[in-house]
């Protein structure tokens, strides 16, 4: 009888070369936090797919990666690009994935507050939530930066943040991309590529009188006043692309030159820089078969159009 409490206290004799096992497999606590390093690198690489470089980086040399007060003009006036170092004062360092998740698929941040749709979230809310976790993971593991956001510079009625829940019924559509089953893989690989993680539309369709994106020309470019315009990337052979082969877009894509030999400028110059250029061949390559693929719309961006 006394064995048998002894061996009841204890445990039967394989509990613990088990136990000890277990131990050895399971992560501790610390290795827990931290993401691994695979999951980082794929961060790395969705967020220089994303565009994000280009907008929380300021411009000028030796700038602190990601620290925000970047510029951004629009007709409402300027914004500034956030911190979105793991800074846990002026940064994102208290920030969740879904805090993060939320923010890029509906615009709001986890305080609830909606965010101008300077961040491109219409885009962003197609994109895998795989995609937005390693984001996360990445941002949590660069250096944080100390740095307080600079209030953006906007026209008096664009001050009002609750007015945002308006343009959002009118011109957010949520709802994670869903690949087209009539279409390759590569197809599909492209057009998340440009619509969700490039967020392309944003800049190069033209924009109704609510500053939503016109669903009728879509990538067709649009003018920005006197101050020049965003081209027009359906293949239209006149006004578009259309005149582009695939290793013209790659090559574009990659190094910023068109096939006249002209390099990208301005900001899309850095778009190549801080994002396209990162991606793989065979990333590239699926962009650019999605493009080709677009219904050429005719938008002569030389003549001002009035709507």
């Avoid at 197609?126 to 026209?155: C, F, G, T």
């Avoid at 001050?159 to 590569?186: A, I, K, Y």
């Avoid at 006004?239 to 990659?254: E, F, N, P, V």
């Amino acid at each position: 009888m006394g064995g048998a409490k002894r061996l009841t206290r204890r445990g039967p004799w394989w509990s613990a070369p088990v136990l000890l096992g277990l131990a050895l497999c399971l992560p501790s606590a610390a290795q827990a936090e931290h993401p691994d390093d695979e999951l980082i690198k794929r961060g790395e690489y969705a967020l220089h797919a994303a565009g994000c470089i280009s907008c929380h980086t300021k411009k000028e040399d030796n700038a602190p990666f990601l620290a925000g007060g970047r510029a951004i003009e629009s007709p409402f006036g300027t914004f500034y690009g956030p911190n979105i170092t793991p800074d846990k004062e002026t940064g994102i360092g208290n920030w969740s994935a879904n805090d993060l998740a939320r923010a890029l698929t509906e615009g709001r941040g986890p305080d609830g507050r909606h965010y101008y749709p300077a961040l491109p979230y219409t885009s962003y809310t197609r994109m895998k939530r795989e995609d937005i976790e390693a984001i996360w993971a990445y941002l949590q593991s660069i250096e944080p930066v100390r740095q307080e956001n600079k209030p953006h510079e906007l026209v008096w009625y664009a001050r009002f943040r609750p007015g945002l829940r308006f343009w959002n019924v009118l011109h957010l559509r949520p709802g994670e991309f869903v690949p087209r089953e009539s279409e390759s893989d590569e197809w599909n690989r492209g057009a998340y590529l440009v619509n969700a993680m490039g967020h392309c539309a944003e800049c190069h369709t033209p924009r109704t009188r609510t500053g939503g994106l016109d669903p009728n020309r879509l990538f067709a470019g649009q003018r920005l006043g006197d101050d020049g315009s965003i081209p027009n990337i359906t293949p239209d052979r006149d006004t578009g692309i259309g005149r582009w082969s695939g290793r013209h877009i790659m090559r574009y894509l990659d190094m910023g030159m068109d096939p006249d030999g002209d390099f990208a400028g301005g900001t899309m110059a850095e778009v190549i820089e801080h994002g396209t250029s990162h991606l793989s061949s065979e990333d590239q390559r699926a962009m650019a078969v999605y493009l080709m693929s677009l219904a050429p719309i005719r938008h002569d961006l030389s003549v001002p159009t009035h709507r």
